[in-house]
T-cell receptor, first 114, second 112 residues
Framework: AQSVTQPDIHITVSEGASLELRCNYSYGATPYLFWYVQSPGQGLQLLLK??????LVQGIKGFEAEFKRSQSSFNLRKPSVHWSDAAEYFC????????????FGTGTQLKVEL | DGGITQSPKYLFRKEGQNVTLSCEQNLNHDAMYWYRQDPGQGLRLIYY???????QKGDIAEGYSVSREKKESFPLTVTSAQKNPTAFYLC???????????FGPGTRLTVT
């Protein structure tokens, strides 16, 4: 069975600083990987996704993520964080077959200091 | 404007009562999902449905029930058998080739 680990529960960065959120996955085959963002009391919004091909994927709001098979990682990055990026971020891995289910990490809460 | 709607946004019930949460999508997606979210635990899958009139249990189905009579609708009933029903409930749908799911705004259920 697949699993996802987000080792950082909370991260605080200053506005304008760079950001990297870590995600490690466990899955036997080539995974489908996703990053979602959630503002308080809201649903999840898809930031970006990786299926195959180029290991660096671009998403919305200036985010990007890099798939590294050798490290089983899919870290999310942003060169310059804005105060509006404060939210909770979830990494997820997709399972082939079995209902298109996703397994989510426990999330990383991002705080942005002005 | 395509999307997923959940209603109501806030729901309050007394212990021992069943309650039904609504989820509707107009994305023409075949698959729909219900998740429960508790602080620090991420999202846990309750039930999912890949096609009309068919659904499967997720990881925490006990105390919940669903139906899928229409492609657009996937209501979730939280029964009195659910020991700790107070939570944030999220509905999602999927119709893409690569399993991306799209989420509704959620319903916060409080049972006292």
């Amino acid at each position: 069975a697949q699993s996802v680990t987000q080792p950082d529960i909370h991260i605080t960065v200053s506005e304008g600083a760079s950001l990297e959120l870590r995600c490690n996955y466990s899955y036997g085959a080539t995974p489908y990987l996703f990053w979602y963002v959630q503002s308080p009391g809201q649903g999840l919004q898809l930031l970006l996704k990786y299926f195959s091909g180029d290991t660096l994927v671009q998403g919305i709001k200036g985010f990007e993520a890099e798939f590294k098979r050798s490290q089983s990682s899919f870290n999310l990055r942003k060169p310059s964080v804005h105060w509006s990026d404060a939210a909770e971020y979830f990494c997820a891995v997709g399972a082939t077959g079995g209902g298109n289910k996703l397994t989510f990490g426990t999330g990383t809460q991002l705080k942005v200091e002005l | 404007d395509g999307g997923i709607t959940q209603s109501p946004k806030y729901l309050f019930r007394k212990e021992g009562q069943n309650v039904t949460l609504s989820c509707e999508q107009n994305l023409n997606h075949d698959a729909m999902y219900w998740y429960r979210q508790d602080p620090g635990q991420g999202l846990r899958l309750i039930y999912y449905s890949q096609i009309v009139n068919d659904f499967q249990k997720g990881d925490i189905a006990e105390g919940y029930s669903v139906s899928r009579e229409k492609k657009e609708s996937f209501p979730l009933t939280v029964t009195s058998a659910q020991k700790n029903p107070t939570a944030f409930y999220l509905c999602a749908s999927s119709g893409g080739l690569h399993y991306e799911q799209y989420f509704g705004p959620g319903t916060r259920l409080t049972v006292t």
